[in-house]
């Protein structure tokens, strides 16, 4: 089976879940096929699917992380080898890695997530968290779904809980709440971002996990400034890691700014 015929399996499988969709016409390209796939399921209500659904869908995302490329730590330099004159206490199990998250061979990627704690259900949105569930598939909705089932309320900020990472690369996800910033941040926003990373690091502790990769926690949708979000991240894993078993932690940037401000942090 093709790729192609894959991508139209899976979005016909969807397609017949909700009567409303019978409308849908399915485009003749296969990057625009592609984009709808991944629109349904984005938009997926959270529920178990068909053996053969979990066998396309898995083999297809496989695939593409495949042709992505898998990143590994061993090719990711710590910051000791590159800023041999940071100020950095350990600089030797920290890392920066600019690129897609969803590539990280480590034992968990951290996802910034919403409250709801489901995922992002915006069709192709362009934020962390649709991302890492577009690539993981929809069994991490599911289980995020169980989690929440059973916690019977919204994830407080600066909280995380951990999933599986189904087809990522990362063996967990980490998803945590970030602090929503409005005209300016506050002292209590900043102690929950710091929060964020610390629940996060311990929460990887306590499942013996020896490798976290961070993405830029509250930035994007949540509007927390760039530069001051770094230092909080850097000063905060620093601190951590000098009385943590944790064997490496790599901040994962994915635009040029993030880039350069935390290059400049660690000089």
């Known amino acids: 089976m093709t790729r192609q015929e894959r991508v ?3 979005i016909d499988y969807l397609k017949k879940e909700n009567d409303g969709y019978a409308s849908i016409m399915e485009p003749v390209n296969y990057h625009e096929k592609r984009s709808l796939l991944r629109s349904l399921m984005n938009v997926r209500w959270p529920g178990e699917a068909l053996p053969e659904y979990y066998e396309l869908q898995d083999t297809l995302l496989k695939d593409e992380l495949k042709k992505k490329g898998i990143v590994r ?3 990711i330099p710590v910051v000791a080898d590159e800023y041999p004159c940071t100020g950095i206490k350990n600089a030797d199990r920290i890392s920066i890695w600019q690129g897609d998250i969803t590539r990280l061979a480590v ?3 951290v996802n910034a997530a919403n409250s709801q ?3 992002c259900f915006v069709p192709c949105h362009g934020c962390i968290d649709n ?3 577009s690539a993981a598939g929809i069994q991490l909705r599911n289980e995020c779904a169980e989690i929440m089932d059973r916690q019977g309320h919204e994830e ?5 809980k951990i999933t599986k990472g189904y087809n990522l690369p990362a063996k967990h996800v980490i998803h945590t709440v970030g602090p929503i910033v409005g005209v300016s941040v506050t002292e209590k926003q900043q102690e929950q971002l710091k929060s964020c990373y610390l629940s996060s690091m311990i929460l990887a502790e306590r499942e013996r996990l020896w490798s976290v990769a961070f993405c830029c926690i509250s930035t994007g949708e949540f509007h927390f400034p760039n530069k001051l979000a770094a230092q909080i991240a850097v000063e905060t894993v620093d601190r951590y890691l000098s009385k943590s078993s944790l064997e490496r932690v790599v901040f994962n940037v994915f635009k040029d700014e993030d ?3 935390y290059r400049k942090l660690m000089q």
């Open 73 to 75: 730590l061993r090719d």
């Open 117 to 119: 704690m489901l995922g």
């Open 131 to 133: 991302a890492i569930h």
């Open 259 to 261: 880039l350069h401000i």
């Open 107 to 109: 034992d968990a990627i």
């Open 156 to 160: 407080p900020t600066g909280r995380a």
């Open 8 to 10: 139209s399996r899976l």
